[in-house]
């Protein structure tokens, strides 16, 4: 079986890293880093890693993982040869899945069409805009697609993901061998719990970045209540 890590310019490493540690160690798989043309792949800044391989030699995975980063937003937005090799494997694989606006490429692949998903606080609203049903969760499954939010959500999509594969007591152990015991120093992970004029900033950051404002979030159904309607 063989799993597929999508890298592009502009990723942001901890989406990348942090499933990296528990998915590569699925037994009976195989882990790679795949990108539109094999070699160095830079987060945009200090950080870069390497793509042992380029998309149109990497074959059909069984496993799909799209990180994110503020320039998934835009490969989304404009499509191109990425969005289109991951609508092309997607009937293939047993697993597709995104960390943070890595799920907005989900979208624009037509992944998305009619499901429940989950991204980056910033970005819920443009879900919808690749008819996905936006919900408010860490990780959201929808068949073989699964979903997290940002960042460090996912690490908690590929625990998720290796209980599913390998069976909770492995999930578990990937758990305790990276120490993942969540217990942050402030209660500001969220726009509902960050105070207002830390999410005014941050977001009046994103919106600089991206040349125009986004809706702000909005109050979104759970898992369940999506899948109930």
Known sequence: MKTA????????ALDAIGPYHALASLPGWDFTFVAERP???????????IAPVGIDEIGQPDLLVVPGGVSAITI??????????????????TWTTSVCTGALMLGAAGVLQGLPATT???SHAELADYGAIPTDE???????????AGVSAGIDMSLVLAA??????FAQAA???????????FSSGHPR??????????????????????PSPTPTASADEAERE
């Open 138 to 148: 860490r990780v959201v499954r929808a068949g073989k697609v699964v979903t997290a």
């Open 5 to 12: 890590m999508l890298l592009f310019p502009g990723f942001t």
């Open 120 to 122: 980056h606080w910033y």
């Open 193 to 214: 719990s960050a105070p207002p004029e830390v999410y005014a900033w941050l977001k009046g950051m994103y919106d600089d970045m991206l040349g125009a404002p986004s």
């Open 76 to 93: 989304a937005r404009d499509g191109g040869a990425l969005v289109e090799w991951i609508r092309g494997v997607h009937p293939g694989t």
């Open 39 to 49: 070699g160095p792949v830079s987060n945009g800044g200090s950080f870069t890693m």
């Open 175 to 185: 758990q305790l061998d990276m120490e993942y015991d969540p217990a942050p120093p």
């Open 164 to 169: 599913l594969i390998a069976g909770e007591p």
